[in-house]
């Protein structure tokens, strides 16, 4: 019996959870979510109905991304992710890039100025540019968890606007993230699977023991 968890590909809070899966080579039952018909059984785990949620062995639930990647990292960091931590940065990637986010993809359905909320992504952007002006990653020489809990959104930005993002002011950024996006990590966890339905038979997923990041 593996730990259940409960996904959406492209969703990047499920991403960075299974980022953070795969490095430490937790094994799971991965159960891919179709967002518009989500799974009864997901909906009883976790009432909130967002991705991702992990079932654990003794039936605890965590169903938050960043308590997911530091509860697999607790069992096992063969690569020291949580030595590059930085909850603060996190937070304002959860935050306010987030928030900016939102509504510079989908201006429509937030009623907001799409350009007003590039500007204010870019404006963490460069922060994150500045910190990589010193190492080759945001807490050091090494990828860290904090890495791997931004990438995903980042990832997110810069394909609403392709083109646009690439003439950016951001080498050092670029860089970082295609660099995330060649790895055979960020490979191992884009895996594809149809919607779980219970009748399925389980899927597990063991990641193949991804190689680190370089």
């Not at 953070?20 to 799974?39: F, G, H, Q």
């Not at 690569?79 to 930085?86: Q, R």
Request: charged content about 20%; aromatic content about 10%; proline content about 10%.
């Amino acid at each position: 019996m593996l730990p259940i968890l409960y996904s959406f590909r492209r969703c990047p809070y499920a991403m960075r959870a299974r980022l953070a899966l795969a490095i430490s080579a937790t094994p799971v039952e991965l159960r891919e979510v179709k967002l518009s018909a989500k799974p009864d059984a997901m909906l009883a785990a976790s009432p909130k109905g967002t991705v991702p949620v992990l079932i654990l062995t003794d039936g605890t639930i965590i169903d938050e991304s960043i308590a997911i990647m530091r509860w697999t990292l607790a069992g096992d960091d063969p690569h020291g992710w949580l030595h590059h931590d930085d909850p603060a940065l996190i937070a304002a990637n959860d935050g306010r890039f987030k928030y900016d986010l939102d509504r510079y993809k989908y201006p429509e359905r937030h009623g907001t100025d799409k350009d007003a909320h590039r500007a204010g992504g870019l404006a963490f952007l460069l922060e994150l540019e500045a910190r990589l002006a010193s190492a080759a990653y945001l807490c050091g020489d090494r990828p860290g968890i904090a890495d791997a809990a931004i990438m995903p959104f980042v990832r997110q930005y810069a394909s609403v606007d392709p083109h646009w993002f690439a003439g950016q002011p951001l080498a050092r950024l670029h860089l970082w993230l295609s660099t995330y996006l060649a790895s055979d990590l960020f490979d191992s966890i884009m895996v594809r699977l149809p919607p779980w339905s219970p009748t399925d038979k389980p899927v597990p997923i063991d990641w193949m023991n991804p190689p680190p990041l370089r």
